[in-house]
């Protein structure tokens, strides 16, 4: 079988992440890249976030699995209709009245909603992306004078790198009916707290639980037996150590930049996993 991806084929064209995004990888790329396999075929990513890895590995296929549908509506549209997205962000104005006006309605039309989507992750406060119980965003505005809410250059080479891409919408379980052997999954799940006050999991309005991330724990291992290349990050606890003992655990350090306090956004020991 053909290798389609080898980590000496990684561009040195550099194209950023399109949204801001709790837990993103932007900054911890140099520090990753260091664990990545050195070669495989198709590249899965089944909780895609800001998809920093994917854009920096810039595979040749992949595909693409997040459960919020707000966040998989905007990856698709700027896959296929990138012009519509940018022209229809030209109507926004950064104020607060107008972000609380924007933020109660959500469109249905995707490239609207998609747009929808992209002014209020640039303009909440920090960057957070949180709904309540009924699925409805509800962080507040971010207080900005002038936010930049796309790169042209840089979106469009997104799209046209998103159209080497399934994207689906779906639990992170998804992934056992696409990953082959030889292919590469990275599993970058919301973290098990460190504490009862470090929650952050309300990306959809369905919390990620500690039975989740024994789930998980067992798609990785069902995937591993597959001969599946598998690299995990999570929080460096005793409960996640225990899910992934017997395969090759390494620490990183980590800066958390979505606490709301300057002061608080300290190194933090993370955990990579990896079969290989």
């Known amino acids: ?23 993103g990888k932007r900054r911890l790329l140099s520090v990753y890249k260091h664990f990545l396999p050195k070669s495989f075929n198709t590249y899965h990513e089944p909780f895609l976030g800001s998809g920093a890895f994917f854009f920096f590995l ?3 296929r992949a595909v693409l699995i997040d459960k919020n549908e707000d966040l998989i509506n905007f990856y698709t549209v700027v896959r296929d209709k990138p012009l519509e997205l940018m022209e229809s962000m030209k109507k926004h104005e950064v104020s607060k009245e107008y972000y609380y006006r924007i933020r ?6 995707p490239v609207e909603r998609a ?14 992306w949180r709904v309540n119980s009924r699925g409805e965003f509800n962080v507040p505005f971010g207080r900005y004078k002038k936010v930049t809410f796309f790169n042209k250059d840089n979106l469009l080479k ?7 891409a399934i994207i689906l919408c779906g639990d992170f379980s998804l992934v056992l009916e696409y990953a082959k052997e030889g292919d590469f999954v990275y599993f970058d799940p919301p973290y098990f707290p460190i504490s009862e006050t470090a929650k952050f999991t309300q990306y959809t309005n369905e919390n990620f639980t500690k039975d989740d991330h024994i789930r998980l724990s067992k798609v990785f291992k069902e995937l591993d037996r597959k001969g599946v290349l598998l690299m995990l990050s999570n929080s460096d606890t005793e409960f996640i150590r225990s899910l992934y003992s017997g395969y090759n655990i390494r620490k990183v350090i980590a800066n958390r930049y979505i ?18």
Do not use: H
């Not at 997104?158 to 080497?164: D, M, N, Q, T, V």
């Not at 608080?264 to 079969?275: A, F, H, M, Q, Y």
């Open 1 to 23: 079988m053909k290798v389609l991806y080898s980590y000496n084929d990684i561009k040195q064209e550099v194209i950023q992440p399109l949204i801001k995004w709790a837990g």
């Open 58 to 60: 810039k595979p040749q």
């Open 104 to 109: 109660s309605k959500k469109p249905e039309d």
């Open 115 to 128: 747009s929808w989507f992209l002014y209020l992750n640039k303009t909440a406060y920090n960057g957070l």
């Open 158 to 164: 997104a799209s046209e790198l998103l159209r080497k």
């Open 259 to 276: 606490n709301c306090k300057a002061n608080k956004r300290k190194g933090i020991r993370e955990l990579v996993i990896t079969n290989y």
